[in-house]
């Protein structure tokens, strides 16, 4: 009968750890804001690679037009320096100059749309890295210390069976059965210590006419109230 209050002060520390247990669920939080935390994140390289192709292009971009402005200026000085003066050589180099400029029109537009591009990236990415920031305190608010937490219960519960498998059979089975069930009825509390004739699982006191009864009898002893086995301390 003792070894029955070890037993259940035993079964308790146990369904309380795996109450925690339960509580921390780890694996399926932290793996969703985990996996949420990379998606988010790949996403954000993807915009990055963009970005460094658009500033490349838009850097491409700028020197075409800085040396087709080079090139215009210089051909404009040879059309006015007097160095031509054949007519279609100047109508050639007067098309030239035309062209060149038509041409840096064409490439500014198409800077301005890389600009535009470039722009556009540089909000979402700013967004991303928000979002990035959010899901990575999420997960560490979630895996914290709950990984190191559920290794030490896992040990605790691992020792508290050890203990359970020593004392099981020092105790009688008819009663063990009678405990289990009542465990399973009577929220996880099957077995009581009796302290000053007050049952400890429902705290009733009992009348001294049971208590003496109680006292009296050889066999199983349980609480008028709750029906729980009761142990005299
Ligand atoms: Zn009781």
New binding site residues.
Partial sequence: MDRLLELQEIDSAADRLEARRRQLEVGDELRAARAAMEETEGRLGELRLALDAVAREQQRLEYEIDSMARKAQAEEKRLYDGSIVNAKELEALQHEIANLKERRGRTEDELLDQMLRREDLESRASGLEAEMAASRARVEEIGGDAVKELEEIDGQLAARRTARDALVPEVDEELLELYEDLRRQKKGIGA?ALVDGV?S????KLSALELDRLKKTDGVKR?E????I?IFT
């Fill in positions: 009581a049952c699982a429902c705290h009733e609480c109230y709750c029906r729980r009761v």
